[in-house]
């Protein structure tokens, strides 16, 4: 009978917990004050002491005030997430989020946190940020720290609104299920790592050159020649045929500019996680490197296809196309035929990446 009243007094309370969307756990000073509370009692009620009878009822009454109070700050202090900046793997980043106080009571020592994660069962729970007081009406924007593990697009699953206020006995948490949020932040894409590929880059732009541009500009190939004009810098003037012609005549010489560049990611079947991230890792990176340096650069993998181009739509292209792309065989984004290989190819011309141009080995990222 009295397992029975148990399980059910239990039942009722992980009910209450769960449609107020309420946790509740004891801090260290909570611990000890419910041993307090514990121990003052059963002297107390052993003794017939009036004395531990009236602290016993101090020590209740404080535990029945903190509860109070905490739920006061968590029904007055809301928080919304905002749209979140760029986010790259292994890199801290910050989640905004927007705090409210719309009650009329102020709210003490509110801290946010994020449930993120790719699926349900790798979800992390990110840092908090803490308000140590939001008065009445008060709006302020926040940042909740946040340093991703993995590439891809991050679910947010739950946001949770927590205080240990007054007493610091208990940590009282509003859990905002992902259903409530607004449909436009519940997810975040995290970008590849990035690494540092400026050698490669340099090396490629040595190995590969410029291409002639037709016109005149400051190369250093001689493009032609041209009557002399007021202004114009003496040190161009070719003296040679000026002596022959007897009129100044100037040097110009043929501008030239970058050429097109197709990266490309091939990894085999057999390549592990981490060969294949760090390939990713690798060409993202490049990718940006190049586009930073002038040249038109496109990617191209199992699936995925970005045409070349300069803008700075085009990282965000190649970058969110890397962030989503999956490489795994049973996702038709692995390559029978390279076994455990994970490298990437540099193709001139932006056509093809059938011949290679430059073969480029995978730079090994941080392991996390």
Do not use: Y
Request: glycine fraction near 10%; proline fraction near 5%; hydrophobic fraction near 45%.
């Amino acid at each position: 009978m009295i397992r029975d009243l148990k399980a059910m007094a239990t039942a009722v309370v992980e009910r209450f917990w769960r449609v107020s969307g309420r946790t509740l756990r004891p801090t260290g000073a909570g611990r000890m004050i419910l041993v307090l509370a514990i121990a003052v009692g059963f002297a107390a009620m052993n003794t017939g002491n009036n004395l531990l009878f009236f602290g016993w009822g101090l020590v209740l009454s404080s535990i029945v005030i903190s509860g109070i109070l905490s739920e006061s700050t968590l029904r007055a202090a809301s928080a919304f997430p905002l749209p979140p900046d760029e986010a790259r793997a292994n890199a801290p980043c910050t989640l905004p989020v927007s705090l409210e106080n719309h009650r009329r009571v102020p709210a003490f020592g509110v801290a946010v946190s994020f449930m993120l994660g790719r699926s349900a069962a790798d979800s992390a729970r990110t840092g908090a940020t803490f308000e140590l007081r939001l008065s009445p009406g008060a709006r302020r924007t926040a940042q909740v720290p946040w340093t991703p593990t993995r590439r891809g697009l991050h679910h947010l699953q739950s946001l949770r609104v927590a205080t240990a206020a007054p007493f610091g006995f208990f940590s009282k948490e509003r859990i905002v299920a992902e259903g409530a949020l607004p449909a436009g932040v519940r997810t975040v894409l995290v970008l590849p790592e990035r690494i540092d590929t400026r050698a490669l880059g340099r090396a490629l732009w040595a190995r590969l050159g410029d291409t002639p541009a037709g016109q005149a500009g400051a190369g250093d190939e001689l493009f032609s020649l041209r009557p002399f004009r007021d202004g114009d810098d003496p040190r161009r003037i070719a003296w040679k045929r000026a002596a022959k012609t007897g009129r100044l005549v100037m040097r110009e010489h043929e501008a030239t500019r970058s050429r097109e560049l197709l990266v490309a990611v091939r990894i085999g079947s057999t390549a592990s996680d981490d060969e294949a991230e760090d390939a990713i890792a690798t060409a993202g990176s490049l990718v940006e490197d190049l586009l930073q340096d002038g040249h038109a650069v496109g990617l191209r993998a199992a699936g995925l296809s970005v045409a070349p181009g300069r803008s700075h739509r085009q990282r965000l292209a190649c970058l969110n196309g890397l962030a989503t792309w999956e490489h795994r065989a049973e996702q038709q984004g692995a390559d029978p035929t390279m076994g455990s290989a994970a490298l990437i190819v540099v193709a001139v011309g932006g056509v093809d990446t059938s011949d290679a141009d430059v073969v480029v080995t995978p730079i090994a990222r941080r392991r996390a």
